[in-house]
């Protein structure tokens, strides 16, 4: 475990690397080690950096040339798979609108008023203007929602490919979630209770293009490329290209840390099912994707930027319940149980507002 300072005095972002649960020639103790490295990092804030996951720097590299492939398409061959209006089925591709200028209010106070129809129209409005595009993918097996991709001779082998990325990625969620277990030091009762926090036919793999954007359009006061939100997820996997822009806000200062791109590094936030799951031990990291300040840019364009974040979640039917361990007379339990997909379909009328699964 290292610590990495971000450059401006902030706190840092710590690094875990998890190689002990993917080096089989690496013992208990060092798995223990690591997995306590782990669930402390994210104790403490919510992410966490984490290196020995398995992927090799070239296999990143062709994740993310297949994902440059797609956005590089035609607004009409990537229309051949379009995500349905509505949040069900969340697969497909959902195109850029017109762009939506995000002030320093809506960063700081994103709006969650309770009139549900006047939210509805903003998610709509949202949806219609939020500079970027993406691309949902879940499992082939998933039983309650189907695939939607591109005709096979838009991107020969895109499906095949984007299939075997998502199997990878279900493993690394399952793996991460094991060293939880570990570091946490859970019975094997409780491990069984945590593993169902990842069913591997209901996770969500995305694809995100951020396309660039003018030195003009950040003069008008564009301060956000997706504003404040938390994951639902049980937590969320992400890889980025070297653009930089990714925040997470330190619940102990409110201070939005830069996580800052580095090869190879994957991004983990907690999301609201482990923050429930663990009475608060975890909670859900706020995160943003933010600009550069107008001022700090000469050139005439920030460039494009590419993520690819995977949803580690329990299946639809699941019920999460907290955990007994961590409730205790002075930490008394704060959530009722809830069934996964209850709580999507409570939220997912924020969904294009909040920016979650
Ligand atoms: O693009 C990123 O770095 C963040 C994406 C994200 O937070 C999300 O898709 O929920
Ligand atoms: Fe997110």
């Given amino acids: 475990m290292q610590k990495l300072d971000d450059g401006a005095g902030r706190a840092a972002i710590v690094t875990v690397d998890l190689s002990p649960f993917t080096d089989t020639s690496l013992r208990d103790f060092e798995r223990l080690e690591a997995g306590q490295a782990l669930v402390e990092a994210c104790h403490n804030l919510g992410f966490v950096k984490i290196t020995g996951h398995g992927f090799t720097k070239e296999e990143l590299d062709v994740a993310f040339a297949w994902t440059k492939r797609l956005f590089d398409l035609s607004y009409e061959e990537k229309m051949t798979a379009p995500h349905p209006p509505g949040p069900m089925p969340h697969r497909g591709y959902s195109g850029i609108g017109v762009e939506k200028i995000y002030s320093k209010e809506d960063m ?162 907690i999301g609201d099912m482990f923050q429930r799951f663990s009475n608060d031990h975890f909670v859900s990291a706020l995160h943003r994707v933010a600009v550069p300040e107008a001022g700090t840019v000469s050139e005439s364009r920030i460039p494009a930027r590419y993520s690819i974040p995977f949803f580690v979640s329990p299946a639809p039917s699941h019920t999460v319940e907290t955990l007994p361990q961590f409730v205790a007379p002075g930490t008394p339990i704060k959530y009722a149980p809830i069934k996964f997909q209850d709580y999507n379909a409570f939220i997912s009328k924020y969904q294009y507002q909040s920016g979650g699964l």
């Fill in 108 to 269: 700081e106070n994103p709006d969650c008023s309770k009139d549900v129809g006047q939210e509805l129209r903003k998610i709509m409005d949202f949806k219609a203007r939020h500079p970027l595009e993406s691309y949902e993918i879940g499992s082939e097996q998933d039983d309650q929602q189907q695939n939607i991709w591109l005709p096979h001779e838009v991107l020969p082998g895109f499906q095949d490919y984007m299939n075997s990325l998502y199997e990878r990625l279900a493993g690394v969620g399952k793996m991460i979630l094991a060293a939880f277990g570990v570091g946490l030091g859970l019975d094997p009762d409780a491990t069984t209770a945590l593993m169902h926090l990842c069913s591997e036919r209901h996770c969500q793999l995305r694809l995100l293009h951020y396309p660039d954007i003018e030195r003009e359009k950040l003069l008008r006061e564009l301060v956000a490329r997706l504003p404040p939100h938390t994951d639902w997820s049980t937590f969320t996997m992400l890889f980025q290209d070297n653009s930089g822009g990714l925040e997470l806000r330190d619940p102990s200062t409110q201070q939005f840390l830069h996580a800052r791109p580095e090869e190879g590094v994957l991004v983990l936030n």
